[in-house]
């Protein structure tokens, strides 16, 4: 079982920057790939970034790519998003899951084969 908590949210003008966090229960979270996902009111949710158990791969959602960062911290059960040049469209709850890879530079940007989720967190642009 993995308990995952986010944290980092808010509001912010366009053009600005947000850096998410999500922590990770458990002595198993080198085990997982790390995704961030997102969902805009009406909206389905939606992949905006993964990464590897090791931290060696990373993959984005065209929308994000050279405005968003994704890293991770394994000896602190750590994920986070660094969120740059935030436009209005950005806006929606964000949510930290993991998923349980076998194969270390694996990565899945598929909702469905993620194995645990935070409860979100609210990230609002203005313009």
């Known amino acids: 079982q993995v308990h995952l908590v986010e944290s980092g949210g808010g509001l912010v003008q366009a053009g600005g920057s947000l850096r998410l966090s999500c922590v990770a229960s458990g002595r198993t979270f080198s085990s997982y790939a790390m995704g961030w996902f997102r969902q805009a009111p009406g909206k389905e949710r939606e992949f905006v970034a993964t990464?590897?158990?090791?931290?060696?791969?990373?993959y984005y959602t065209h929308s994000v790519k050279g405005r968003f960062t994704i890293s991770r911290d394994n000896a602190k059960n750590t994920v986070c998003l660094q969120m740059n040049s935030l436009k209005p469209e950005d806006t929606a709850v964000y949510y930290c899951?993991?998923?349980?890879?076998?194969?270390?530079?694996?990565?899945?940007?598929?909702?469905?084969?993620?194995?645990?989720w935070g409860q979100g967190t609210q990230v609002t642009v203005s313009s």
């Open positions: 899951a993991a998923d349980r890879r076998y194969l270390s530079d694996s990565l899945s940007y598929v909702a469905g084969e993620y194995d645990y």
């Open positions: 990464i590897s158990r090791g931290g060696h791969n990373t």
